[in-house]
Nanobody
């Protein structure tokens, strides 16, 4: 079955950087995309970035644009989220998710069937 395993979270000061990794296995879908979501306490799950596996197209939420970069290594079956210039408001549990989700609906978390366990990112001021 599909498995997603995140790593790379941690605690950093504002302005710092982290790189999250999502190792993917067991995928049988012909077409799929992988997205990073995050959820802060008391807030709704929010889409952060999206990448299509076939052609590498990417989408970012407004707050991530210019600071975060999503990429994939098809040899390692890993998707990365490089996060730079982190801010306290980036503090959340970050999840990677996978499914055949069209780019027009990329941030609708309910459309993704496959999720990782989450990794905590804490940014202090």
């Amino acid at each position: 079955q599909v498995q997603l395993v995140e790593s790379g979270g941690g605690a950093v000061q504002a302005g710092g950087s982290l790189r999250l990794s999502c190792v993917v296995s067991g995928v049988t879908l012909r077409y799929y995309a992988i997205a990073w979501f995050r959820q802060a306490p008391g807030k709704a799950r929010e889409g952060v970035a999206w990448i299509h596996d076939s052609d590498g197209r990417t989408i970012y939420t407004h707050s991530a644009r210019g600071r975060f970069a999503i990429s994939r290594d098809k040899v390692k079956n890993t998707v990365y989220l490089q996060m730079n210039n982190l801010k306290p408001e980036d503090t959340a549990v970050y999840y990677c998710a996978l499914d055949n989700v069209h780019d027009s609906s990329w941030d609708r978390y309910e459309l993704y069937d496959y999720w990782g366990q989450g990794t905590q990112v804490t940014v202090s001021s």
